[in-house]
């Protein structure tokens, strides 16, 4: 990444947590992360139902379960990510709701870092996430790895293809981080 938009981004990026009251921001958001290249792996049915479901009152109920944080730039909110602990033996923090106005920009990376740090400042070294075919790369340059692959159903209409990847931070690694 060029050193002066780095630089820029890290004056200008905004760390916040969100709330039901962000809800509306935060599906426009999603809605238009949609239309990014990195989701030519879905079909026009399932793009249709994820939209479905981010319009629905449905979505908010998924939201709430995890600890959403947003990035602005100058006050307009341009990424999302999340994460909520899983429970049981080997427990990890589930990385989710990574969604991106502006690719490559660097953004989705320091996102994915903070919720890493909040999560281990939980106490996890565990991270797994599900991803759709077009952002694995992504993930992956982020040190996740590739578990297995399946279905995830996030609603009776909606369910996408995604593989599963996991990521165990060493006792003195830090997460990933851009800024």
Do not use: N
């Not at 990444?1 to 039901?20: A, C, K, W």
């Not at 995890?66 to 990510?81: K, N, P």
């Not at 578990?147 to 830090?174: D, H, M, N, Q």
């Amino acid at each position: 990444m060029h050193s002066d938009l780095q630089r820029i981004l890290g004056d200008r990026l905004v760390l916040e947590p969100l709330g039901l009251d962000h809800f509306s921001d935060v599906r426009h958001l999603h809605c238009r992360a949609l239309a990014t290249p990195a989701l030519d792996a879905l079909s026009e049915e399932e793009i249709q139902a994820f939209l479905g479901l981010v319009r629905s009152p449905a979505y908010s109920d998924l939201l709430v379960r995890e600890q959403l944080y947003g990035a602005r730039f100058d006050g307009e909110l341009v990424g999302t990510a999340s994460w909520q602990g899983t429970g049981g033996a080997g427990a990890a923090a589930r990385i989710g709701s990574v969604f991106v106005r502006h690719q490559r920009l660097g953004i989705g990376r320091w996102l994915v870092g903070e919720v890493e740090q909040r999560a281990v400042q939980a106490g996890f070294r565990r991270f797994t996430v599900y991803a759709t075919a077009g952002a694995v790369p992504f993930f992956e340059r982020l040190g996740y790895g590739a578990v297995s692959r399946g279905i995830k159903t996030f609603s009776a209409e909606c369910a996408l293809p995604v593989t599963f990847l996991r990521k165990e931070l060493p006792a003195e690694a830090r997460p990933s981080r851009l800024m």
